[in-house]
């Protein structure tokens, strides 16, 4: 699906998850969606005999995410990077921060209309690589480029699952009211 924008960026913490489930916390405001890129990894390997290839087969490795936003609020920040955030509001970086495993959603246009809605389950972001530089005679900005990998959930092997708002295969349209608010997967009913 053609996409041509990003918007509504979301994350929840894993608060916890064994091999029978995963549980996440409430669902808070990521930043400004700038861009976010799932590169999935593909190990392949063939067998060779009699001078060509007999068999080949392949094998899903984690899938490396790369995310941007405008700005993270320090709280956001301290979240999703395991950072801790004093009275003061100052973020400190230290040997034993701990990134915690999270599910990012969000929202995507779609070049047919409408908008693509996704989660991705459990990834683990790394901090921000961080770049200053003095002001040019044109204005540059420098913004947060967090990278990480995101991994299959323990319980069900999901990764990540999306929808297309204007899909004629939508059953109950009220998905997308609680999708910002609410890690949804295939389980998704409504709340009566």
Known sequence: MAIKGLKDLVYAKITQEDTTMTTYSEVKSLG????LNLQPSINR???RANDQVLFSDAAKGPIAVTLNTAYLDEEVEADILGKELDENGGLTDAANDDPPYIAIGGRAESARGGYEYFWVYRVKLAPAEENKETKQETPTYQTPNLTGEALPRLHDGAEKYKLWD???KVTDPTIFDEWLTSVID???APEV
Request: charge should be positive; hydrophobic fraction near 40%; aromatic fraction near 8%.
């Open 166 to 168: 204007k899909s004629p």
């Open 32 to 35: 400004p969606a700038m861009a």
């Open 186 to 188: 295939k389980n998704w």
């Open 45 to 47: 390997g063939n067998l």
